[in-house]
């Protein structure tokens, strides 16, 4: 079993910064190995690719629209996946998932790699 657990989701003023943290715990999590992802879902869209790492933290992704905002980062020793969000905008608004791919070599992109998944946190964004 896997368990993910976010936190670190608010309500923030145009231009702001939050940090999302997701600890990863469970008998089958390996979490020095595994691979992390960043996701979100606003209201009526489906879920998107938002960021991810590989296992050591030397490859990264981003999707276009947070590249230079956004910062995905890692501390294995914490089995906790951080994302720092700067220069937010009301588009970023949603619901912010974080999800563990156990093929963690490279950052990927796609939702259908990650088996692990969070509850979500809230990120409400206000003009």
């Known amino acids: 079993q896997v368990q993910l657990v976010e936190s670190g989701g608010g309500l923030v003023q145009a231009g702001g910064s939050l940090r999302l943290s997701c600890e990863g715990s469970?008998?089958?999590?390996?979490?020095?190995?595994?691979?992390w992802g960043w996701f979100r879902q606003a209201p009526g869209k489906d879920r998107e690719f938002v960021a991810s790492?590989?296992?050591?933290?030397?490859?990264?992704a981003y999707t276009e629209s947070v590249n230079g905002r956004f910062t995905i980062s890692r501390d294995n020793a914490q089995n906790t996946v951080y994302l720092q969000m700067n220069k937010l905008e009301p588009e970023d608004t949603a619901v912010y998932y974080c999800?563990?791919?156990?093929?963690?070599?490279?950052?990927?992109?796609?939702?259908?790699?990650?088996?692990?998944w969070g509850q979500g946190t809230q990120v409400t964004v206000s003009s």
């Open positions: 469970g008998r089958s999590f390996i979490g020095h190995i595994m691979g």
């Open positions: 999800a563990s791919a156990t093929r963690g070599m490279v950052a990927r992109r796609s939702q259908e790699d990650y088996p692990y």
């Open positions: 790492i590989n296992w050591n933290g030397d490859n990264t």
